[in-house]
T-cell receptor, first 111, second 113 residues
Framework: QKEVEQNSGPLSVPEGAIASLNCTYS??????FFWYRQYSGKSPELIMSIYSNGDKEDGRFTAQLNKASQYVSLLIRDSQPSDSATYLC???????????FGTGTRLTIIP | SAVISQKPSRDICQRGTSLTIQCQVD?????MFWYRQQPGQSLTLIAT?????????ESGFVIDKFPISRPNLTFSTLTVSNMSPEDSSIYLCSVPPEGDTQYFGPGTRLTVL
């Protein structure tokens, strides 16, 4: 049984600070890793995908992957109130398009 | 990314009845996925719908409860049968675009009384 673990939060971060979200996964065969953002009452939207060890940056977002330690993280720089949402970590295997989701971390940016 | 629409966006249903949810994609896709998100929970995959073959269900989900149709490469339906309050959830369809990242439809919010 694949497991994806996240701290459910809530995580409160002051506006302008860095928000750090973490995720661990149990299946060493996992190849692809995703961060989704979900606003209350809305469907998840993809923020970042990462496939190789190291960092991947896109604007204010940086995804970090460490396959040896089986964790993936998301950093949000210069946090804005609009970043307040639930962040879902998801993983899948190479060639398998089914995603396994974590329980999500609720992030609140405090103005 | 594909544009995905779902109908209805929300519904309130009585216990024991059934609801069929429609998912339409603006491009042809080989696979469509149906997820459930119970209140305060994460997403759980119900089944994978392939055109021309029976859907593949995940552990804990059965065809009698969640029959799925996939008549063509742009459309699928999920029926929630003989509903109980425990079926109150958001139901989301999803497609894999080019590559292996998935995008989601807007969801159907179901409340069962």
């Amino acid at each position: 049984q694949k497991e994806v673990e996240q701290n459910s939060g809530p995580l409160s971060v002051p506006e302008g600070a860095i928000a750090s979200l973490n995720c661990t996964y149990s299946d060493r065969g996992s190849q692809s890793f995703f961060w989704y953002r979900q606003y209350s009452g809305k469907s998840p939207e993809l923020i970042m995908s990462i496939y190789s060890n190291g960092d991947k940056e896109d604007g204010r977002f940086t995804a970090q992957l460490n396959k040896a330690s089986q964790y993936v993280s998301l950093l949000i720089r210069d946090s804005q109130p609009s970043d307040s949402a639930t962040y879902l970590c998801a993983v899948n295997d190479f060639g398998n398009e089914k995603l396994t989701f974590g329980t999500g971390t609720r992030l609140t940016i405090i103005p | 990314s594909a544009v995905i629409s779902q109908k209805p966006s929300r519904d309130i249903c009585q216990r024991g009845t059934s609801l069929t949810i429609q998912c339409q994609v603006d491009s042809q896709v080989t696979m469509m996925f149906w997820y459930r998100q119970q209140p305060g929970q994460s997403l759980t995959l119900i089944a994978t719908a392939n055109q021309g073959s029976e859907a593949t269900y995940e552990s804990g989900f059965v065809i009698d409860k969640f029959p799925i149709s996939r008549p063509n490469l742009t459309f699928s339906t999920l029926t929630v049968s003989n509903m109980s309050p425990e079926d109150s959830s958001i139901y989301l369809c999803s497609v894999p675009p080019e590559g292996d990242t998935q995008y989601f439809g807007p969801g159907t919010r179901l409340t069962v009384l």
